[in-house]
């Protein structure tokens, strides 16, 4: 089992819809979590942490469940610039630790 | 405004070459990684340091070495390139576990 699992894709909307990812970790030491975007086999980007309270950033919500040890972005009004790859990251361990990837889901977002 | 600077940027080996990844950071972090990307695969870590003077495997260290040569710079060594290692190679660069992880552009290897 890998270590950070997403949901798989490609996830096609139009635009103005809101999307949902999910994704889910195995490792309970798991320290920081986040979520980065990746365009076009560019380098990966933090697109925002996610924070034990949730947190918003615009038309962004991220939400991490400790207990299930499961982490969720959401995407409210779509835009076609959202179109890319988002990437669960997860920290694991300390002093800097283990940075983990899943595997990515692609999203398109249709006018 | 450099960053993280990963040499090359492309370049194709034949099978049982060997040849060193370059990465520097400009920004003063702890923490280096480097990470390959294949298709449907995303991002698996290969080698990480966690500060200058330790290395540590990651998810998929067969075929590699690195060395932590300062704190700016985190070096990946292919020792007999395999059609295998063909990928995208990413080096990145962090302060610490809870904060950004910055990337280089990458470097894509082709091993015929």
């Known amino acids: 089992r890998k270590e950070v699992e997403q949901d798989p894709g490609p996830f096609n909307v139009p635009e103005g819809a809101t999307v949902a990812f999910n994704c889910t970790y195995s490792?309970?030491?798991?320290?920081?979590f986040f979520w980065y975007r990746q365009d076009c086999r560019k380098e990966p980007k933090l697109l925002m942490s996610v924070y034990s309270s949730g947190n918003e950033d615009g038309r962004f919500t991220a939400q991490l469940n400790r207990a299930s040890q499961y982490i969720s972005l959401l995407i409210r009004d779509s835009k076609l610039s959202d179109s890319a790859t988002y990437l669960c990251?997860?920290?694991?361990?300390?002093?800097?630790?283990?940075?983990?990837f899943g595997q990515g889901t692609e999203l398109s977002v249709k006018p | 405004n450099a960053g993280v600077t990963q040499t090359p940027k492309f370049q194709v080996l034949k099978t049982g070459q060997s040849m060193t990844l370059q990465c520097a950071q400009d920004?003063?972090?702890?923490?280096m990684y480097w990470y390959r990307q294949d298709p449907g695969m995303g991002l698996r870590l290969i080698y990480y340091?966690?500060?200058?003077?330790?290395?540590d495997k990651g998810e998929v260290p067969n075929g590699y070495n690195v060395s932590r040569l300062n704190k700016r710079e985190f070096s990946l060594r292919l020792e007999s390139a395999a059609p295998s290692q063909t990928s995208v190679y990413f080096c990145?660069?962090?302060?610490?576990?809870?904060?950004?992880?910055?990337f280089g552009q990458g470097t894509r290897l082709t091993v015929v």
């Open positions: 990251v997860v920290n694991v361990g300390n002093q800097g630790g283990k940075l983990i």
């Open positions: 490792n309970s030491a798991s320290q920081s």
């Open positions: 340091s966690a500060s200058e003077g330790t290395t």
């Open positions: 920004m003063n972090h702890n923490s």
């Open positions: 990145a660069s962090s302060e610490g576990m809870n904060t950004e992880a910055f």
